[in-house]
């Protein structure tokens, strides 16, 4: 891998005038010593995947051992049936496929981790709602997921993407980041404007914390993955207005990990702080392991 920074990404694009997504699947050939369109048959594979955790999402009202999630997903086209979302019908779908999905993961179903499991709703959410009423073609949704998965892989390369490491800033958070990335690429954006789509989304999460109660992938976990698809939407529409980020993504991705190290052990996944240890979260705990 020669590319170990969002600097030398963009360094790289510059010379070569490719988009990211090209790079991406030049360098994933190279690693795996496979062709391009190999590569490509791959990605299209995990996004049928992803689309597919959707629609079983969407299907099932099963809920979880605990009994406290699984239904919620199916609560929105109801409620939207009768009152349309104010942010229209894109938002509708957004939402309630990123719930989907993240009841699909609570079920043990099929789930692509994108980057994490807990976070795995946020990027098949962005990319299936969006293209689903901009009509964007499949090659193109492709594009965007292979430019999600570069822009997952730089932070990676800094940053251990789990909540026990650097809190959910480095679960959801960069989850936004790729979702944002993505959506800038599917919608005719550059590789700057990915960049800062990508910038944009992380620079405005940081600091989330892992507080899952009773240690569970499900109370915050479902629901966050709902509000940071949106979150990554409203970083894509503004670095396509043109507005930046002051701070380059290489020096945010820094402060993540900085981020990370500063927080408190007891607000990384460990459930032993923040909301996982309010009253409410102790009495379900209570309840819970009575069973």
Known sequence: MTILSFYDLETKCSEQNKAIYEIAQEEEAALSEECVDVIRIKVLEDLLAMKEAIKNGLQSTEKAVSGWCGDDCVKLPKRFEKRAALFGKTFEKITTYALATAEENLR??????????GSCGI??????????EEKIQEVQQVNGLLTAGMIGLLVSNKVQLA???????????????MAAGALV??????VQECV??????????????CDP???????????RNAFLAVHAVTAAELALCGVESKIPMDEIVDTLK???QLMSPLLKETSLGGLAKTKTAQELEKKLFKK
């Open 108 to 117: 043990m179903g099929r789930i692509v981790a994108c980057p994490t499991a």
């Open 123 to 132: 990027v098949p959410a962005v990319i299936a709602a969006v293209s689903e």
């Open 163 to 177: 909540g026990a490491v650097a809190g959910c800033q480095a679960e959801c958070g960069v989850a936004s980041a």
């Open 185 to 190: 690429q599917m919608l005719g954006g550059n």
């Open 196 to 209: 800062q789509a990508a910038a944009l989304a992380l620079k405005n999460i940081l600091g989330l914390t």
């Open 213 to 223: 109660v009773c240690g569970l992938v499900e109370v915050p976990c479902i629901k």
């Open 258 to 260: 900085i981020t990370g």
